[in-house]
């Protein structure tokens, strides 16, 4: 089974988008008006498969990192453990990684998705530990006092309290999974990635800066509008915000 | 297993000269970001100025996706070395910024005023004190910097920047012990330079200081050893 692209071709060739103007026809730096006009067929689509991509690696992830965490809190043997496997996940090049999944469960988007969810581990899981035992045991014991049952506690004083760094773990895992995202399109995951790989085989510059310029802006508004979420949701940290 | 024992045995040469290339390319890039950020870190830390831009600096750079820097650098740039090398500048300068500028800028004042009232001329200050205690945390920038590099350089294949990339994104001909044994050799080479970089902090750290050090190490030790976020 083949999966190899070329590298990006020396001579550019450009591809049949209809009627091509002067600009297109040239391979100039970037052409506007091309890709005003091609932004909802072209890039917009790619630029929802990206978003929607990372929303349920993040959204997968966190749930199984929460679960473990907890795990972790009871036992000690399954911290390090869970801790190792995730660390060896986070290790392997994001490009390898892919490549060795698509041997196991093919060419798709589920393959991609089970190695982003992957990467989302270790980092939350980390934050999520870090938070819950970051929790005073004098509020933990003021609830317990007051007659709030272990759920309670966890629900209403461990987690209000836990969410600063658990915040800033999803808002990390967010941007790296926005990143290797854009290499999954190398296993035919989509996302913006795509029209990436698609640029490298036609040297369309163009499509080069409209697509990276895109996933740039898409994980710098995705970090700033985590950072609000974070802000928001945690009014009482303002002072002191977990990096 | 057995196929990729044997692919180290019969492709030994083709993995040392990607390896080199790998190397070339995280070397010069990894030179670069530090000619350029370290100094600026280092002086606006003993200025004790800029330390919002200085700070959030390293949280735009770990905000950027690689291939996307390294599509705008094609655009920009064309194919090749110098394109690569400077996307993984953009990537990896960031995080060496702000560490060295929170390790300049948070050093025991009590320090700084004590060595002034000796009569320490700024420059003394900075070579005699501030650097010395700066040293792990400007070390672990470096060094989350370096293995960042040495992961995100696989990518340098699709610039046509070579690497052991080449081999991870060829599968067809190399099969699939071949991107294993590339993989391998990548976190090697991550391991073994961030040792190398572990052993140099240790050696320009100051005796009294080096406890310290090996604490801070052990504190950030699997952050700094993760590959995946390329």
Redesign the interface.
Same mark, same amino acid.
């Given at each position: 089974m083949s999966i190899g692209l070329p590298i990006a071709a020396a001579a550019p060739v450009i591809p049949k988008f209809g009627h091509a103007s002067e600009c297109v026809v040239a391979n100039h730096q970037f052409c506007g008006s091309w890709f005003v006009d091609n932004f909802s067929s072209r890039f917009l689509p790619p630029l929802l498969v990206h978003i929607e991509l990372t929303a349920i690696a993040v959204g997968v992830g966190l749930p199984i990192s929460f679960a473990a965490a907890l795990l972790a809190r009871h036992y000690h043997w399954f911290e390090t453990g869970f801790s190792l496997f995730a660390a060896f996940l986070y290790t392997w090049p994001a490009l390898a990684f892919f490549v060795i999944m698509v041997q196991i469960t093919g060419i798709n988007r589920f393959t991609a998705e089970i190695a982003l969810v992957s990467y989302t581990l270790l980092i939350l899981f980390r934050n999520i530990l870090t938070g819950l035992q970051g929790v005073p045991p004098d509020a933990v014991e003021a609830a317990r006092a007051m007659g709030y049952t272990q759920r309670q506690t966890l629900l209403r004083v461990e987690l209000p309290l836990a969410l600063p760094p658990i915040v800033a773990g999803i808002r990390i895992a967010t941007v790296t999974i926005i990143s290797v995202a854009t290499v999954a399109a190398y296993i035919g995951a989509g996302g913006l990635g795509s029209l990436i790989f698609d640029a490298i085989g036609t040297g369309f510059k163009t499509e080069f800066i409209g697509a990276g310029g895109l996933a740039v802006l898409l994980a710098l508004a995705a970090d700033g509008l985590l950072v609000g979420l974070q802000r928001a949701m945690t009014p009482w940290a303002r002072r002191s915000i977990a990096r | 297993m057995h196929a990729l024992i044997q692919f180290f045995g019969d492709n030994a040469h083709l993995l040392l000269s990607k390896t080199g290339e790998h190397m070339e390319l995280s070397l010069a890039s990894i030179g670069v970001a530090m000619a350029l950020s370290i100094p600026l870190g280092v002086w606006l830390g003993h200025l004790h100025r800029g330390s919002f831009v200085a700070i959030n600096v390293s949280?735009?750079g770990?905000?950027?996706? /690689?291939?996307?820097?390294?599509?705008?650098g094609? *655009?920009?740039l064309g194919?090749g070395f110098t394109n690569t090398m400077v996307a993984l500048v953009i990537l990896a300068g960031p995080v060496m910024l702000t560490n060295a500028y929170v390790a300049v800028s948070e050093v025991d004042a009590d320090a700084v005023q004590a060595a002034r009232a000796m009569g320490m001329h700024p420059w003394q200050v900075l070579l005699r004190v501030e650097l010395p205690l700066a040293t792990p945390l400007l070390f672990a920038g470096i060094r989350t910097g370096t293995v960042y590099v040495i992961?995100t350089a696989?990518?340098a294949?699709?610039?046509?920047g070579g690497g052991l990339?080449d081999i991870?994104?060829?599968?067809? /001909?190399y099969g699939?012990a071949g991107?294993?044994a590339?993989?391998i050799t990548? *976190?090697a080479l991550a391991f073994a330079v961030d040792g190398l970089l572990a052993l140099l902090q240790r050696l320009i750290t100051p005796s009294p200081l080096r406890h310290r050090a090996d604490s801070t190490r052990t504190a950030a030790s699997?952050?700094d050893? /993760?590959?995946?976020? /390329?």
């Open positions: - | 949280n735009i770990r905000a950027l996706p /690689s291939l996307a820097v390294i599509s705008l094609i *655009a920009f194919i992961a696989t990518l294949t699709f610039a046509g990339g991870i994104a060829n599968e067809a /001909s699939v991107v294993v590339a993989s990548i *976190a699997v952050t050893l /993760s590959l995946g976020a /390329s």
